[in-house]
Each structure stands twice: as C-alpha cells, then as structure tokens.
C-alpha cells in the first residue's frame, strides 16, 4: 500500500527528530540578543545594560536562511527560541526558527 506523507506530518517528524537530538523538553520564542546593544543573553539578561530578555516583545524578522529546526528552505518569519536541555542540563538558545516550529512547540 501506498503512504502519502502529508507536509505537516514530515514537519512534525522533522520536529520532533531535531527535540530529540538536541535533547529538549520545550522550545519557545524569545529574543536571542539585546536589541540595544546588540549582545547576546547571559541567563535572559543583557550582559551589557543588564535589561532582561523579557522586557523586549519577541518579534518575527523576516529570512532565507532554513529554518534552524526542520531545515524548511521557504523564505518566511523567523523567529530566536530557546529551549531546557534536560539532558545537557542547560537552556539551549537557537537563531532563526520558522513559525511552523514555534507553533509545533506550542502544542
Ligand atoms: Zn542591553
Ligand atoms: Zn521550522
């Protein structure tokens, strides 16, 4: 018999296949760096001004590059996620996930 691999079930697969490999528990949208000094995040502060990552709104930036997740090569909204390691024991911070992502982490 013939499976047809829907779109969305080989993106969910391609999801859950890159939580696995990175070992994650979540992931969710945040800034990466701070958008006045342009640093990156030291435990969600800014090394720099010391502002916290959640005094600034997470805001999609539009891209090329695939998606750091499920390697989509459409052109579309990225956004700068982060996500606990269980594994690593660590939060792990990712530049440029696509919106299919961050909706599938949501879920
Ligand atoms: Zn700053
Ligand atoms: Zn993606």
């Not at 695939?66 to 052109?75: D, R, T």
Request: aromatic letters at 10%; proline letters at 7%; charged letters at 30%.
């Amino acid at each position: 018999m013939l499976t047809v691999t829907k779109p969305n079930e080989d993106h969910e697969r391609r999801f859950r296949e890159f939580m696995e490999r990175e070992g994650l528990s979540n992931l969710s949208a945040s800034r990466y760096k701070c958008p006045d000094c342009a640093e990156p995040f030291v435990c969600s502060a800014c090394p720099r001004c010391g502002k916290d990552s959640g005094e600034f709104p997470v805001e999609p930036y539009f891209s090329w590059s695939p998606c750091v997740v499920c390697g989509c090569l459409e052109g579309g909204d990225r956004y700068d996620g982060n996500g606990w390691s269980e594994r690593d024991q660590c939060i792990k911070e990712y530049e440029g996930v696509c919106q299919d992502c961050i909706e599938a982490a949501q879920c």
